[in-house]
């Protein structure tokens, strides 16, 4: 079942900063909405209105207001449809990341991230969280790749990205207590010299 008209209005409207930060493909319809939100015809914009919000976040940039939080109690499925949640990874640090397979940074980013979930085996548990409102496009793009480290894991409904308030892709480690340390927007190399000193604070 897809999102309410109202939760839908409110993913567009993530999407559209995601394109600006992240450099999103815009050839799918989900990409179109958002860069018609993003950029309204002269009818629809008003010359006097003031830009929305503050600026966006410099992709790759490390948040840490967040840190201290648990995990948002949503629902998502793994690769045989079995419904879990981030809340039931315990015991062990987790690095979670959002993506789609529209979003060209997201799956930019997916054989470093593999790479790195491999380097850190046995102390750091890493899964993709698809935001693939077709999870069965999201699997089939999967089939295709040579991932064996990263767990994947399926969100059709966006209710991540309607927690974290996320833009794509979106990466967070949460501690062996369940709890946040950090989150970055955009791309990153999870290989490179930056994201090997981030996931050593993993604990």
């Known amino acids: 079942m897809f999102p309410s008209l109202s939760a839908r209005s409110a993913i567009v409207g993530l999407l559209a900063p995601a394109l600006a930060i992240a450099g999103c493909d815009k050839g799918s319809p989900a990409n179109e909405q958002a860069a018609q939100a993003a950029n309204p015809s002269p009818d629809e914009a008003s010359p006097d209105e003031a830009p929305a919000g503050p600026p966006a ?10 840190k201290g939080e648990r995990a948002p109690d949503v629902a998502i499925s793994d690769a045989a449809g079995d419904r879990t949640t981030l809340r039931a990874a315990t ?84 501690g062996s207590n369940g709890r946040e340390l950090w ?21």
């Not at 976040?57 to 967040?66: E, F, I, N, W």
């Not at 979670?96 to 930019?108: G, H, I, Q, S």
């Not at 409904?157 to 833009?167: D, E, F, R, T």
């Open 57 to 66: 976040p410099r992709a790759g940039a490390v948040d840490r207001s967040h």
């Open 91 to 174: 015991g062990t640090p987790l690095l979670v990341n959002l993506w789609a397979t529209w979003c060209a940074p997201c799956v930019k980013e997916l054989p470093t991230l593999d790479a790195a979930a491999r380097a850190t085996a046995g102390r750091l548990s890493v899964v993709a969280v698809s935001q693939d409102m077709d999870a069965g496009k999201a699997k089939a793009f999967l089939a295709t790749k040579p991932f064996a480290a990263i767990r994947p894991l399926f969100d059709p409904k966006l209710g991540l990205s309607l927690a974290y308030q996320a833009n794509l892709p979106t990466t967070i480690l949460y």
């Open 183 to 203: 989150r970055v927007t955009g791309e990153l190399d999870w290989t490179g010299t930056k994201a090997k000193a981030l996931l050593a604070e993993a604990r």
